[in-house]
């Protein structure tokens, strides 16, 4: 009972926020890509890239950070990757060129994932564990929420104050945390986590993981039919407003109703969950993906394009994705229940690494919407046969 009084009340919404804040930064700037490539003199392929490597600025950063955290503490971990979000933040505000602009997104990234990695690691520190399942979920619910409204917030911004507006607001809010961690936020960290945080069982950890056929398998596959997703993302400014010839502030719009198949995908996981297995939920899902893909493949090739045609073809990809995602990580964190922090770890960064090779991929080319279809219908594929090599392994 001691023990229990004395652990550390950290409010939800806090952490809800440190979370919000490190993925934001990747929905709320794809409306002001256009209006930066104008202004900067940049190609829609060089701009394309301050999305991509922000996704692998994620990926990397899910690696650091747990085992960073274990051995110096929460929350000097939290506000050092504060500080770097908040400075990588204005100095990619005043960028004066697209490589300036590329190389403080990824150190803004960086930082912004600190949020993202200990947003989760405190939850588990703070609260029991069928509590923290709950917490968790809440917390996921906010993270699906962004990808939502910050494509709409950053039209706004862009249309009215200009695309460095989107980027002074990500550094205010990097400013808004850093406060709140100073002053709301306690440190949370065990003596346990340090114990066990050496490098020499992180890397016996991952080498277990990396030999492990059903594991890659779920990993690559996970990433291939939920990250692919962010080919789309980098490339929907130029398929909507130069292709298909609409105003840039319907972007949002549009990845707005996008993210909302996202959030149909995750009630079907959890209504079928108990009656459907997971596996079937993931080949089910990843064959939405597949369709989706191959629809908007064949609209592209036969130049047949629509905003009707490609956003229903790529909800179907978004509702198949959010089925298929949370099974992908129940099934990776479940090959070996010893190093469950572990596969956690690997299977994010491994998710993000995806997803940033996928938006690389997609801006290659003269012509987005083709490239961007093949992209993910390639993934597709990959991921189903990703599932296949799990599933004999498993």
């Given at each position: 009972?001691?023990?229990?009084?004395?652990?550390?009340?950290?409010?939800?919404?806090?952490?809800?926020?440190?979370?919000?804040?490190?993925?934001?930064?990747?929905?709320?700037?794809?409306?002001?890509?256009?209006?930066?490539?104008?202004?900067?003199?940049?190609?829609?392929?060089?701009?394309?890239?301050?999305?991509?490597?922000?996704?692998?600025?994620?990926?990397?950063?899910?690696?650091?950070?747990?085992?960073?955290?274990?051995?110096?503490?929460?929350?000097?971990?939290?506000?050092?990757?504060?500080?770097?979000?908040?400075?990588?933040?204005?100095?990619?505000?005043?960028?004066?060129?697209?490589?300036?602009?590329?190389?403080?997104?990824?150190?803004?990234?960086?930082?912004?994932?600190?949020?993202?990695?200990?947003?989760?690691?405190?939850?588990?520190?703070?609260?029991?564990?069928?509590?923290?399942?709950?917490?968790?979920?809440?917390?996921?619910?906010?993270?699906?929420?962004?990808?939502?409204?910050?494509?709409?917030?950053?039209?706004?911004?862009?249309?009215?104050?200009?695309?460095?507006?989107?980027?002074?607001?990500?550094?205010?809010?990097?400013?808004?945390?850093?406060?709140?961690?100073?002053?709301?936020?306690?440190?949370?960290?065990?003596?346990?986590?340090?114990?066990?945080?050496?490098?020499?069982?992180?890397?016996?950890?991952?080498?277990?993981?990396?030999?492990?056929?059903?594991?890659?398998?779920?990993?690559?596959?996970?990433?291939?039919?939920?990250?692919?997703?962010?080919?789309?993302?980098?490339?929907?400014?130029?398929?909507?407003?130069?292709?298909?010839?609409?105003?840039?502030?319907?972007v949002g719009i549009y990845l707005a109703i996008l993210a909302s198949?996202?959030?149909?995908?995750?009630?079907?996981?959890?209504?079928?969950?108990?009656?459907?297995?997971?596996?079937?939920?993931?080949?089910?899902?990843?064959?939405?993906?597949?369709?989706?893909?191959?629809?908007?493949?064949?609209?592209?090739?036969?130049?047949?394009?629509?905003?009707?045609?490609?956003?229903?073809?790529?909800?179907?990809?978004?509702?198949?994705?959010?089925?298929?995602?949370?099974?992908?990580?129940?099934?990776?964190?479940?090959?070996?229940?010893?190093?469950?922090?572990?596969?956690?770890?690997?299977?994010?960064?491994?998710?993000?690494?995806?997803?940033?090779?996928?938006?690389?991929?997609a801006s290659l080319g003269d012509d987005p919407a083709l490239t961007?279809?093949?992209?993910?219908?390639?993934?597709?594929?990959?991921?189903?046969?990703?599932?296949?090599?799990?599933?004999?392994?498993?």
């Amino acid at each position: 009972m001691d023990a229990v009084k004395r652990t550390p009340k950290v409010p939800l919404w806090l952490l809800a926020l440190f979370t919000f804040a490190g993925t934001l930064a990747i929905h709320i700037f794809v409306p002001a890509l256009p209006f930066a490539a104008i202004s900067l003199s940049a190609s829609n392929a060089s701009v394309q890239l301050t999305i991509s490597v922000y996704i692998a600025g994620l990926a990397i950063g899910q690696l650091i950070y747990g085992p960073v955290s274990d051995r110096f503490g929460r929350r000097p971990t939290l506000m050092v990757g504060l500080t770097l979000y908040t400075v990588a933040g204005f100095a990619a505000a005043l960028a004066p060129d697209i490589d300036s602009l590329v190389c403080a997104r990824f150190l803004q990234a960086l930082g912004g994932c600190a949020g993202v990695v200990l947003g989760r690691a405190i939850v588990r520190d703070t609260a029991a564990t069928h509590e923290a399942a709950r917490r968790l979920a809440l917390m996921n619910l906010v993270v699906i929420i962004g990808p939502g409204l910050a494509p709409i917030v950053g039209s706004a911004l862009a249309l009215t104050f200009g695309w460095r507006s989107v980027l002074y607001a990500l550094c205010a809010l990097g400013v808004v945390n850093l406060i709140f961690t100073w002053r709301l936020l306690p440190e949370t960290g065990t003596t346990a986590a340090a114990a066990n945080s050496s490098v020499s069982v992180l890397a016996r950890n991952y080498w277990q993981l990396l030999k492990s056929p059903a594991f890659l398998g779920y990993a690559i596959g996970g990433g291939c039919s939920t990250s692919a997703i962010y080919a789309f993302i980098a490339t929907a400014p130029f398929i909507f407003v130069h292709q298909l010839n609409r105003p840039a502030h319907e972007v949002g719009i549009y990845l707005a109703i996008l993210a909302s198949g996202g959030w149909f995908g995750y009630m079907l996981v959890w209504r079928l969950s108990h009656r459907v297995g997971l596996r079937a939920l993931l080949v089910a899902g990843n064959g939405l993906c597949v369709l989706g893909a191959f629809v908007l493949l064949g609209l592209a090739a036969s130049q047949h394009l629509s905003v009707v045609l490609v956003m229903l073809s790529m909800c179907v990809f978004s509702v198949g994705a959010g089925v298929a995602s949370p099974a992908a990580l129940t099934e990776a964190i479940s090959v070996n229940q010893r190093v469950t922090g572990s596969a956690s770890g690997l299977y994010g960064f491994t998710q993000m690494a995806v997803g940033a090779l996928c938006a690389v991929l997609a801006s290659l080319g003269d012509d987005p919407a083709l490239t961007t279809a093949i992209v993910l219908a390639s993934a597709g594929v990959v991921a189903q046969l990703s599932f296949w090599i799990a599933s004999a392994n498993g």
